[in-house]
């Protein structure tokens, strides 16, 4: 029983806790790279786990390669299950709900093995654990209860087909505009307007939160 934490071997400990997982992995992760995304997609087919992940389905993050969409159709073929949620920022790696990681890293190459990240590996802490399982379990409902943001491959190949336009028409990665496109679930949308209201009044400007 352990809560050590995390600031290197990020993509090391996936790896390890990946290895001895057989029945339920989930990741939440804004971004997600093809390479750590293909890595997965092919230990997947080699394991009948239950695998979800949730991330955002942003179009200039897509344009930028900030997230892959080509790697979040690897793990849906792969038989994962992806859903849509925006502004998500937290990442969370939990393995047969017995162990877990969370902290700053994307489920990202840069974020297992470049940048300065910090986290927490918990593992055979079973209230500790199950907090986390649970606040994974509610923000999946939430999802599903706002509608229908599982990831199709039909709405990938839309997506793909609009980002070949788009990039076409771009001489670089930075632009001075951006694509504001982005699909995925709100969760408290109305909650969120009434508590940047009380803190920012009626006039003024949207600081884009």
Known sequence: MSIDLMDKDFGSKFHI????????????????????????ANCLKNKSMDCTIITRFNREEFLQGANSLEGIEALLKSGASVYALQHLHSKLYIFDDRSAILGSANFSMNGFFKNHELGIFVKEEEAF???????????????KYAGDFEVTQDRIDEEKKQISE????RTSKSTDYKNTHRWGAIINQDENEREKKKIYGDNIMDPGF
């Open 17 to 40: 806790e990946l290895s001895t997982t057989n029945e339920t992995l989930r990741i939440m992760s804004p971004f997600i790279s093809y390479k750590t995304a293909s890595y997965l």
């Open 129 to 143: 654990v199950g907090n986390i399982v649970e606040y994974a379990n509610q923000l999946l409902d939430s999802i």
């Open 166 to 169: 788009l990039i076409s028409k």
